[in-house]
């Protein structure tokens, strides 16, 4: 089983929903970056459950502890392990499924590869593994953000309505002005009231997390199987509950003729742009200078309070009970997660491409 | 720069448009497989340029030479090397480009990224190189096809022109119908008429390719930075022109609610089923035996025939004039490539599994 | 920096000797493993200091966590996360040498390369890594006895002083019988004398440790950068303090004729067999069912208890006194790292040679 | 299978002995990189069989082809691959030995692990394979060049005649001045008269080629897994024939004391050096900036021109009749690939070293 991912800044995850801890093994980030726990936390908090009504009622404090690679406030070039331990863990609450399948769960699938699976919360398959991303991402973003690159993400559809204005890096705050991560307060009232109606009926509701990454300099990706999209794509289709991904005009660019999409070149004041950015600031896997913006699209999630019918592991039917407490739409917990692997992607490209010229020693 | 794909059945791409020949090296795929070299020819005839009107009027025979790795007939376990060497080079096409970027095409990256960019044809960029990916598709076919898996893909949009009907891998022919690939005859006479239309016009449109994986065991992924579908996505992503992938559900997913999304468990003669399949054949990463289904999407191909403004290294203002002989949409070609990096992705899935459980001596 | 090793059964090492713990995470172990923890503990017990007098006299009890990967006493095929915490620390022993560079370790390589040193005990370089190491070694070992497959080792030399005569496993028992580990016990009487008089003068000596592994199959190894020797000498390398690595007739073979050192085929009762041994077990970077056996040379440990003339970070010449509890000879708590390493390697190479032939579903 | 070397700087071996070709594929060199392609055949020529009367009858030209990645004389970061195509086949050579196996060759393991096995001439199992990894050194060397590194390499010892004086780089001529390719004349001289015995006699013997790497600055290597002499011992132990690896001090250092062993820190007017050179330039797996050096031990050639008892497939006692032009000893013929194993492991740590630090856009 492979749980690591980049090439040279690399990252390894651990853990189980209920098991002691759930953790991160970053390996490749360059030594002597100063690092900010602050930082850590803030988007640990961004993440974790119990936030606002509109995320599930579980509260978690996400504490987490930095077990190696960090010494004197800066890194040393030798692997960070950070762990979150499980504290609200309430195994009791999951006894009832453990020969159950879920409906649009992993329950089925774990339990026909693995044999022994920890049915626990999701065990291994939980979106709580996701913390020690979102612990590597914070790092990644401390590593980029001294050469100007920032990574971030806001939710700009919940089911059916949806917000078409992209927002730079500039217009948009950590400091989110709602619960929801979306940046037109407007829109986000409407989309807000969605969410509370599918929960009060015990469901639950899809939605689109935009992603922007700016100050990216000209040159990062590779050509053929290392395309910076490509990269992140499969950093954003690994998260929990995404089912699509599109990068700059994506599939509504296949509607357009050569003519209207290509982004024509122009020299200015700042360098060499581009009038248009229907490329996403990627041409060929490589990044042209221009902002990267992609679209994540997530399933509703497959928890609803509702009964539903399923099979056990005999194949025999049963009725599955919505128990528990459940997020009725996950887009506002999954921007930070969104921007972690954006910025993880980014990181181990920067660092790709150091190698791409000799070096003086 | 990383030129390799897949972890244990994984190919390494080699070759730029223009040099003596692009090719492939196959290493991983078992010992002991027959392989019988029609079908690598078959598909690298369904890839070559020159196949019909609607796609370029380059004519190249595409012939493969393997180099190592069959031996008998049969695959040995070592490397598989094959090459198609370059035969309508007409280098002197290019040199008016040497030193002009073109417009979304990756001229400009390449040469900032690396200085010395061989720029005949696109070089290292073109779509040319995957040649060597679909002779090496047709190795993982016949590999899988042991098992009883199929990769296929069909059009299924061309500009605005799109077809919602699913097909299954046994309602498609490897013999195409139509010189468009997309197996709904009406439908295509209309995407070829706007393809016609559009090339008359100098200029090109994009397009949706629908791929299908059929035949795939309960088990095939991994739970967290090796989900089936984000390896698919990063296959896709790769591929020239692609700017979104979605599976199952995709896009269209978010709109719904869990309850109408999540799909059934039955008991059925054939076993474990599900009732729908909004899921694409793949849960919590894994595959959970039906159909794996999913939708790439194609920008039109950047190179037109009419003029446009550009800039060139020094960034002075240049116009760029249509030449050579090109696409007008890349979706019929595009179709034994998806076939291709599909049935790649899982060849390596199926070898993955097989260190899932220790075996006996 | 990569912190990993092994291609499917992977470990990725992780902790400072000063820090809060040192740990290992072990990616793609089978899943349904059963694992005695007492089996981890033993190892563990073999490799800590203060086990005897002929080791340091620092005495940590090397008690491990399980932070993930295990459920009801079997591997679930996650990652397996073992932590063990670093409880007698003692940073103020290290103060003094936070500026100077020790002869023959690694402080100024540290410090040149990663500017950001942990000097407390060595950090990052310390043998207290190897904790981790054992650890997952402990776990591999359990894999491969289901498979009837054994890796050991025992001290064969020291100085000087050397045993000639090969032991097999069954020759070999893990409860030792002397605190060296050499099987010897007229030889292990000297070897132990001559480490206490080293002691005594406050120097060190360096020695031999000969690992073997019985029970492998025929067809363990890959013929050309996957050789098992070769990755089985990586291993053994990478062990601190390790200058040397020969396996089967190793250097001495080199005197040999091919007349004399050709092993012989035959066929017995067990099978085809070889009349000698020469290959050590391996023939064309593959197993061939004979005993693998090996030889690991380690220097004399750098720490010794007299002055040595150093300089600091300025270049300054300074006298470096010893201080602290150190090893004379680093064999008898080498002996578990080289069965460790060796156990680790075998369980990689039986995983992937899983994919050699194409399996049924 | 995994026919890959190196992690940024990577080599991708294919080819068998009488296939079409052997080849190698070269992924990671930087771009802008100027070859000489004089130097490529020079160290093909040195490595190729027939050239002198102490080395293989067969004579073939080993003329080289690159296929990709080099454009207008230099590099351009995209992947090259270089193929040596098979003149001199004589299959038929082979064919009495289909189902035999011969006494320490592959044949058994290979047919036991992948059933299709191509036989002829040892077929991937061949040493003439090297050729592509000689290939691919030379590019390598041509890019340590441009920081002052030299990887070289002598013969030290045949049989049990050896020499100890250590040669730096500096005294060694490429343009050998004897066919053995020992700096020590008068040595050579005997050691040649050694082989000639032999060879007359039928039979083969072993020898050690001892590398040494000068002008490598401080810094190349990694802590834990990646140690440089890690590494670099991988790369030598995949050398066919090869039985050990050792470097500084090796397995002699065993017999020291830290007091003797230790190299202390001087302050001179190069900067800071070691007073002596045990470590062999490597501290805790990192360079320290003094010359690497390491000796490697060939066991004797296994193809010997007397008969011998041996197995067929079934099991049966034959006798393997020595046929054929082959080396009786293979020291001569490895410098050229000791050296440019040696060139891979710098190139591809002086790479993976440029990540090290965070550098500036």
Redesign the interface.
């Known amino acids: ?5 980049g ?2 800044f690399k990252i ?5 929903s209920h ?5 991160v ?1 970053i ?2 980030c ?4 100063v690092i900010d726990a602050d930082k850590i936390q803030l988007d640990l908090n961004r993440r974790k459950p119990g936030q606002s009504v509109i995320t599930t009622a579980r509260n978690e404090a996400d504490n987490f ?5 960090i ?2 406030g ?8 950070i ?1 979150i331990k499980n504290k609200d863990a309430r195994s009791k609450d999951y006894s009832h499924i453990a020969d159950k ?1 879920r ?4 329950d ?3 339990q ?7 049915y626990r919360g999701g ?3 939980s979106a709580r ?1 996701t913390a020690g991303w979102v612990a590597a991402g914070a790092i990644a973003k401390q ?1 980029i953000a ?3 690159i920032r990574s971030m993400a806001y939710v700009s ?1 919940v ?2 309505l949806s917000i078409n204005k992209l927002y730079s890096t500039s217009a948009l705050r950590v400091e989110e002005e709602n619960e929801l991560r979306c940046p037109d307060q407007e829109a986000a009232a409407k989309m807000i009231a969605l969410i509370k109606e ?1 929960k009060k ?1 015990g ?6 997390v935009t992603g922007i990454i700016s100050g990216v ?3 990062l ?7 910076l ?3 992140l ?2 950093a954003m ?2 998260i929990n509950a995404v ?9 509504d ?15 200015t004041k700042q ?2 742009q ?1 009038k248009t950015n ?3 600031g990627i ?6 200078g221009q902002d990267i913006y992609y ?1 994540v ?8 309070m ?1 009964d ?4 056990d592991k005999e ?3 049963i009725i599955i009970t919505g128990k528990g407490r459940h997020d009725p739409c996950v887009v506002p917990r999954a921007v930070p997660i969104v921007e972690a692997m954006g910025a993880l992607v980014i990181a181990d490209f ?12």
């Open positions: 089983m492979n749980n690591s991912f090439s040279i390894t995850s651990f853990g189980e098991g002691p801890a759930v953790g093994v390996d490749g360059p030594a002597d970056i502890e930095v077990l190696s690679g010494f004197a800066k890194t040393t070039g030798a692997p960070i392990t762990i399948y409906p649009s769960h992993a089925y699938t774990y026909k590869k693995y044999s022994n699976r920890d065990g291994r398959s593994i590593m001294q050469l100007g559809q089911g059916n599918v009926a469901d639950t509701i899809g939605g689109v300099p000209v040159g990706g590779e050509p053929v199987f290392n395309k999209h490509a990269q794509g499969k289709l690994n089912k699509g991904f599109e990068y700059g005009s994506g599939f660019g296949v509607k357009l003729r050569g003519s209207e999409h290509n982004d024509l070149f122009e020299t360098g060499l581009t229907f490329s996403g041409q060929g896997g490589i990044s042209n679209r699209a997530f399933k509703p999630v497959a928890t609803i509702t539903q019918a399923s099979v194949g025999n039917p920067v660092l790709m491409n150091q190698s791409t010229k000799l070096g003086s020693l």
